[in-house]
Every structure is written in C-alpha cells, then in structure tokens.
C-alpha cells in the first residue's frame, strides 16, 4: 500500500444502499484528523458542481429511466470531472481524500446487477481514467434484508431510485461487492457493518491504520 507522506491517500468506502457508508466516512476522517492529516470528504456521483447535476438524474425518477450502459456512462463523465477537478489536485497537495462510492459501484450497479458486462465497465473505466485507482477500498458487507430496513427507517423520500430496485438487484449488489473483494484483494478489504456505530467504525479505524498508517 501507498504511505507516501507527500502525496495524500485516496479510500473509497463501497457497499450497498443502507451499508452506513457516510457515517463511516465521518468517523474516519476524524481519526485521520487526529493524526493530523488533511481530510478531504467527497462522494459519487457528485463532488463537482457537473458531477451534482449528473447525480440528480440518476439518483431520482423512475427505477427503469436509464439504460444499463446510459447510466454508467453518466457515471464515468461524473467521475472524470470528478477525478481531475477535485480528488488528483487534493491527493497532490498532500490530502487525504475519502469518498463514498467510486468505479466499484459503477461494475457493481451497472455491471453485475443490472446486466451490463463487468468487462464493458472495465473497459470504460480505463478509457476514462486509464490506471487511476483508489489506494484502499472498504467495502461495508450487510445482508440485504437488513440494509435495506435501515434505509425503510431513515425515511428519506429523496435519492432513492436504487433503494427501489427490488430485493434480487441488492442481492447481485452484494455479491458483485465481494467479488470485487476477492478479485482485488490488495486493494479492497471487507468490513462487517452489522453492529453498533461504534463497533463498525472500530474494525474500519483498524482496517485503514494497518493497511496505511507508517
């Protein structure tokens, strides 16, 4: 793994709708913080003003509004905007960057479970981005019944186009999720996300000093 000081990390946290993924990130970035580094949160789509734009078209509306493949080109154009306008000048000036969700989620969503080939996406993905990738993956492992009572329980009507997809799609998800895990297993690390708060951002803290912290 990277333990340059003098460029930033880049983690990407990975998971399925209700994993915990944004208050994971938030507990991280404030032990990163306590070893006094520079902590940039960000997330996908999203992250650039064109890349908010995109998100609102994909995040809302109809479960059937996009093709497989119109979809994880909408993604890719947010993720190169994404990646040259935001997260390479931060990891350059030294920051540590954190997002919630990046290229794992397009093969994941877009590829295995919603039929789009995982070598379509690939191939995409390095057209866009060639060799760019995170320096660790954490991918937040629940079962889909639970996760997706979390997400029923936090009753936010807005973004919630994947949530709909039915429970088979979050069933591919998950699995396309630790495949991801098993093919790249220098990379990506699985964390159970059952249990509390507290208990998942322990194994995350844990996961993300072996794995980076000199």
Aim: proline content about 4%.
């Amino acid at each position: 793994m990277i333990k340059n000081v003098e460029r930033g990390c880049f983690i990407t946290l990975e998971g399925g709708e209700g994993a915990g993924k944004s208050t994971q990130i938030r507990h991280l970035a404030e032990r990163l913080k306590e070893r006094r580094l520079d902590v940039l949160i960000t997330r996908e789509p999203g992250g650039t003003p064109g890349g908010e734009a995109i998100r609102q078209l994909l995040v809302n509306g109809d479960t059937g509004r996009w093709q497989p493949m119109t979809e994880a080109l909408l993604h890719t154009a947010a993720r190169v905007e994404h990646v040259h306008k935001v997260i390479e000048p931060a990891l350059s000036r030294g920051v540590w960057v954190i997002s919630d969700r990046f290229a794992d989620s397009t093969r994941a969503y877009q590829g295995a479970a919603q039929g789009l080939s995982v070598e379509t996406v690939d191939d995409l993905q390095r057209l866009a981005l060639g060799t760019f990738a995170p320096d660790l993956t954490l991918i937040l492992d629940l079962p889909v019944t639970v996760a997706l009572k979390r997400t029923q329980e936090r009753g936010t009507a807005a973004e919630d186009r994947y949530e709909r997809m039915g429970h088979s799609f979050h069933e591919r998800l998950r699995a396309a999720f630790l495949d991801i895990a098993r093919n790249e297993p220098s990379r990506c690390r699985v964390i159970d996300a059952s249990g509390s708060i507290e208990e998942v951002a322990s194994r995350v803290w844990t996961t993300v000093r072996d794995a980076l912290i000199p």
